[in-house]
């Protein structure tokens, strides 16, 4: 056999090789390899075609969050459950051209022009997007900043106040949802924190939900969030998840 023959073959499976790995890693990551240009939480900027969605990588790998949160619940919630509401929300939108090439902000913000499906995979994309940047590995996450503080014992009485009343929103929420510390005004336009829970995917930006504000904190109720590790103990993930919170994130959503 002569190298000519064989090179050609050779070449063709090398590069198939090539794409399957590609292909994994892509689907370890929880993207797709169409989605690899495009932008999370918003829109690719084709002047046609509706908006098309993707996940931003986690910045941390599936098991950086232990012992808070558990490597196969991460891989599940990410790949599956966020990936799911990402394609599912691409699929709408492909559907219905209606609304234009909106950013998701500006889909939540007028969520109520849209049918429920993409009510609930919008949802779904921005409060994961936000959940996954707001947690960090524990002892990483740094710390709430002076004006974080001084605004939540303003508006709480304490840290610990404020901590125990999303916990409370969050726990009393029935069935899925999510917990919120969202930024308000009151009625003098004064900068106000406020606690707030949704049920599915809701969230305080839509023009629909009672309590409307900028998301600083959100936290996943969702049994999938949880359930592998504490089981109906939703008390105790909530109390533990406060380990894992980034406050750098945080503190840049507050201001
Ligand atoms: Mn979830």
Known sequence: MSNNSNS????RRELLEAGVAIGSLAALAGIL???LLAQSGSSTTTAQGPAHFALTPLPYSFSALEPVIDAETMEIHYSKHH?????????ELAADTSKGNRSLEQMLESISQ??????????????HELFWKSMAPVGKGGKPSEALLAQIE????????????????????????????????????KKKLAITATPNQDNPL???????????????????????KYRNNRADYLEKWWQVVNWEEVNRRFT
Do not use: C
Request: aromatic share 12%; charged share 20%; net charge negative.
């Open 114 to 127: 849209y049918s429920t499906a993409v009510r609930n995979n919008a949802g779904g994309h921005y409060n």
């Open 83 to 91: 990936q799911g509401y990402v394609n599912n929300l691409n699929k």
């Open 154 to 189: 303003a508006d709480f009485g304490s840290f610990d106040q404020m901590k125990s009343q999303l916990n409370r929103a969050a726990l009393s929420q029935f069935g899925s949802g999510w917990g919120w510390l969202i930024l308000t005004e009151d009625s003098s336009g």
């Open 8 to 11: 050609k073959p050779l070449t």
């Open 33 to 35: 390899p169409g989605d």
């Open 206 to 228: 839509m023009d629909l939900v009672k309590e409307r504000g900028k998301p600083v904190i959100g936290v996943d109720v969702w049994e999938h969030a949880y359930y592998l």
